[in-house]
């Protein structure tokens, strides 16, 4: 016979295996939602990087007054395009340099960059603007 003490030990024990259970596969859940965030965080972040290129490649030719406006080709490695199974697209637009009443350029562009990315996992687009001016050498 089962002595009193033993008995529902049976029901508690599957209860405490359950939540156990529980806990583990929220774990799991969040862990694998964090895994996500990091690469979609990463591809972000790679974006910036190529659409800064972009800025810094712009104010140079800005400054020795090469910049025109309308569409800009890609001014970096085209390696910089890849990474890691992500493929990225780097579109970039230059308007502006209006002319003051003596015809003369007034240097100041607004860049536009927009930079997408498509991978296996994640997907996304990042738009950027900035002013750009032409700094003469003084």
Known sequence: MKDEREQGFFMLETLVA???ILVMCTC????????EAQAADGCRVRA???ARTQFAAAQADARAGALRTGAYAWQ???EDLQE??????VNTSVEGNETDERGTP??????????A???KFSQGKLDMKRTVVAHGEE
């Open 48 to 50: 910036i990087f190529l």
């Open 106 to 115: 007034s240097g100041i562009f607004e860049v536009s960059v927009q930079a």
């Open 84 to 89: 890691d199974g992500v493929v990225y697209q």
């Open 28 to 35: 799991l859940y969040s862990f694998a939602h964090s895994i």
């Open 18 to 20: 359950g939540i156990a």
């Open 76 to 78: 970096g490695r085209e």
């Open 117 to 119: 990315w498509q991978g």
